[in-house]
């Protein structure tokens, strides 16, 4: 069926201003602009946020992630692509009943794609950021995943040490002086404590690698999202932390992994 003259038209017009605006793939956005707005002065409204520079996630409301839809609001760091890689590695580790950690988790859209994927896992979740952690625990809601606000391991239950047998983090691997030459829905709308890993993007990286193992159950793996370029220091640092390391990539989504597992007791 093909769309009416108004609607056609609608269109049309949106994607001229999108694109006008430097939306790349201006039809799909308008497209989902359109179908997402309750009312023209709701669509209206959100077209102009865009055009503002708003990244389109924010807009709407939400980011499609593993087949989700993950709630993401403004401030909130947006899951990419490249994560869904993360998320297949970790995956293809966990058994029934799992103990998954997912630090530094944002919106949470790594634990609720692994809470979707896993036979009944135990889900924790942390973040520093208020904003993503009142994300998160929206969009754990439904899996019996606990997220707590705090840095790294700090707000964790003591309780759960030497239990994790998945712990997944995309931490921030930006070097900071890199935190300039990111797009602007990244740079001004995301949250900067999301984005930078210090002077050469591994700080948080490596904190979160040298208390791992107090955490990993015996034969547990940790799961790093990084660069092509950063990953062999990320695999350095797992191994001087006493874990196995294995690098990953996926040329499709320009994703690279860092696996680190923690030898099993003799």
């Not at 040490?161 to 930006?174: C, F, H, K, S």
């Amino acid at each position: 069926m093909s769309a009416s003259p108004s609607l056609a038209s609608s269109l049309s017009t949106l994607v001229a201003r999108l694109r006008a605006a430097g939306c790349v793939f201006a039809e799909d956005e308008a497209e989902l602009l359109l179908t997402t707005a309750r009312t023209p002065d709701e669509l209206d409204a959100m077209v102009g946020r865009r055009v503002a520079g708003l990244p389109l996630e924010h807009v709407v409301g939400w980011a499609a992630f593993c087949g989700l839809r993950i709630a993401v609001d403004p401030g909130v760091f947006v899951p990419r692509p490249r994560t869904e890689f993360l998320v297949r590695q970790a995956t293809a580790l966990a058994g029934p009943r799992t103990v998954v950690l997912d630090l530094c988790c944002g919106s949470g859209a790594v634990g609720a794609a692994l809470a979707a994927s896993l036979d009944r896992p135990e889900l924790y979740a942390a973040d520093i950021d208020p904003a993503a952690v009142r994300c998160a625990r929206r969009n754990l809601a439904g899996t019996g995943g606990l997220v707590f606000e705090g840095d790294l391991y700090d707000p964790l239950p003591a309780a759960l040490r030497g239990r994790v047998g998945v712990l997944v983090a995309n931490a921030p691997y930006v070097p900071t002086e890199a935190i300039g030459l990111l797009p602007p829905e990244a740079r001004v709308h995301e949250a900067r404590v999301a984005l930078d890993g210090g002077a050469d993007g591994l700080d948080v990286q490596r904190r979160v690698t040298a208390e791992a193992p107090r955490w990993l159950a015996p034969g547990g793996h940790l799961l790093v999202e990084t660069s092509e370029r950063q990953a062999p220091l990320t695999a350095a640092a797992f191994a001087r932390g006493g874990l196995v390391p294995r690098v990953i990539a996926c040329e499709d989504l320009d994703a690279t992994v860092v696996v680190g597992t923690l030898p099993a007791h003799a």
